[in-house]
């Protein structure tokens, strides 16, 4: 199947999960279901990740910034600015891609090859939509908390290495912080963040919906959804980037 076939299956399947719940009981249930397994459990590797992503960028801005003509605070800006315009929203969801984005193409592929979805349809139940739909809107609607505690806890990763070690003050770390603060970064880190959950949700999704096969096949189209999704979040980046911040 070319890129042109495969991008008209997906407007179809699209065209099918983006309508209105037959019963919102049964959505809301599973919504809450969904915020769950994609959100609160992706918590505790977001922290992680982002609190030693924070200590080890601010260890290497102040090795390569530490020439005496700069100010000392530019290290604790750079580490901000890091964290809003391209770690917290664009990294974090290509390593949520590999977490979530499998996650959702092997569920959905094991009830496709186990017949569950035929089922579904068969009881003339909207099977894109029942299944599809609440992981989209819980994920969407859960990623700007994992890109805020994402920012915070990188943050604090920085002040960790300003407080425990001789790298930098405390006090040059925070006044970067505070430096020319662009509000519309915590916007921008948003919409771009939620642009990538659907992104993330929908091939996912996609990919576990189309498999045919065994359970062999199931392992290959979760591969593919993860590869695919971050390439396309790449681009989206860029274009993103091109639009919100020129």
Do not use: H
Not at 119 to 144: E, Q, T, W
Not at 148 to 169: H, Q
Request: charged share 15%.
């Amino acid at each position: 199947m070319n890129a042109i076939e495969r991008l008209g299956d997906f407007a179809k399947l699209m065209k099918l999960t983006l309508s209105i719940p037959d019963r919102w009981s049964m959505f809301g249930r599973q919504y809450t279901r969904e915020m769950m397994n994609l959100g609160i459990d992706s918590i505790l590797i977001d922290i992680i990740i982002s609190l030693f992503i924070g200590m080890a960028i601010t260890i290497q801005m102040k090795l390569n910034m530490s020439n005496p003509i700069l100010p000392g605070y530019l290290t604790g800006l750079a580490v901000r600015d890091t964290l809003l315009l391209e770690f917290s929203p664009t990294i974090l969801c290509l390593i949520l891609a590999g977490k979530v984005g499998s996650n959702i193409a092997s569920e959905i592929g094991t009830m496709r090859i186990t017949e569950q979805i035929d089922a579904l349809d068969i009881m003339g139940v909207n099977s894109a939509n029942y299944l599809i739909l609440p992981k989209i809107v819980a994920f969407v609607s859960v990623i700007p908390c994992l890109v805020i505690i994402s920012i915070a806890a990188g943050i604090l990763g920085g002040l960790g290495v300003a407080e425990f070690t001789d790298t930098i003050t405390v006090q040059e770390y925070t006044t970067g912080i505070q430096f020319s603060f662009v509000p519309f970064y915590i916007t921008y880190a948003i919409i771009k963040s939620m642009v990538f959950a659907f992104i993330i949700s929908s091939v996912a999704s996609y990919y576990g919906y189309t498999v045919k096969g065994g359970a062999l096949e199931v392992g290959r189209n979760s591969t593919q959804a993860v590869v695919n999704s971050s390439i396309i979040i790449l681009g989206t980046n860029f274009m993103l980037t091109k639009l919100l911040l020129t």
